[in-house]
């Protein structure tokens, strides 16, 4: 006897393989999901160090690049694209760090009130041009 529901797998994964070769959606993806993740890790910029490393990375001053959940994200994303593939997924892993540097670069010039504003703005303006 199969499963039915939320457990049949099969019908799942052909829902799946169906929704992402549709072109458009391929393109959306495309659009979309970098600026996605870029606005989460802004967010999560601002959640408490995991580790804080008793040494100054490269050329950021102290205290800009913290090892916090927005970094265990994006070192998360880019082993699981390199995982499935390694020559893309070695390019999805720079722009996952690229992502992140960038996210925390904006943040920290930001501040906690401005980020959560500009990005919730952008996510909103997103929102309302593409899916009304």
Known sequence: ?????????ERHFAFYGAYH?????IVIHMIFVWPIFFT?????????ALYTPSFQIGLFPSGLLVL????LLALIYGLFYV?????AGSLAA???????VGASLLASR???????????FCIFIIRFVFWT
């Open 1 to 9: 006897m199969g499963r039915t529901g939320l457990f049949d797998l």
């Open 21 to 25: 070769s549709n072109p458009i959606n």
């Open 40 to 48: 989460s890790l802004v967010f999560l910029y601002f959640t408490p």
């Open 68 to 71: 916090n959940f927005g970094f």
């Open 83 to 87: 995982a499935f593939d390694k020559k």
């Open 94 to 100: 720079l722009l996952c760090f690229l992502c992140w």
């Open 110 to 120: 930001l501040g906690y009130s401005l980020a959560w504003k500009v990005t919730g």
